[in-house]
Nanobody
Framework: VQLQASGGGLVQGGGSLRLSCVAS????????MAWYRQAPGNQRELVAV???????NYADSVNGRFTISRHKNTATVYLQMNSLKPEDTAVYYC?????????????WGQGTLVTVSS
């Protein structure tokens, strides 16, 4: 499984961005998909997850501003980010959990940089 993330960039505070992550390879064996982020000097943290059974969960810091969605047929996950704040500045990583034949495997995209100016 390979993950290709895109959509990062520079945006003013209060603005919006939409991240996309396209999975390729053995996508039938992908379960949960998620977005993580890592700001300079900080640990990588979970932003939002879209589970294989269709539920979504968010970090408290983004709840109500970010929306994760998933196109199951194309194994693509999106992160719509609204009302962006400077503290949202980070490298955002796409993540996929392997299931069935790929059970226990974890896959990461290459990261896409989001910079929010004040």
């Amino acid at each position: 499984v390979q993950l290709q993330a895109s959509g990062g960039g520079l945006v003013q505070g209060g603005g919006s961005l939409r991240l996309s992550c396209v999975a390729s390879g053995s996508t039938f064996n992908i379960g949960d998909m998620a977005w993580y982020r890592q700001a300079p000097g900080n640990q990588r943290e979970l932003v939002a997850v879209f589970t294989s059974d269709g539920t979504s969960n968010y970090a408290d810091s983004v709840n109500g501003r970010f929306t994760i969605s998933r196109h199951k047929n194309t194994a693509t996950v999106y992160l719509q980010m609204n009302s962006l704040k400077p503290e949202d500045t980070a490298v955002y990583y796409c993540y996929a959990q392997g299931v069935r034949l790929l059970r226990g495997r974890r896959y990461w995209g290459q990261g896409t940089l989001v910079t929010v100016s004040s």
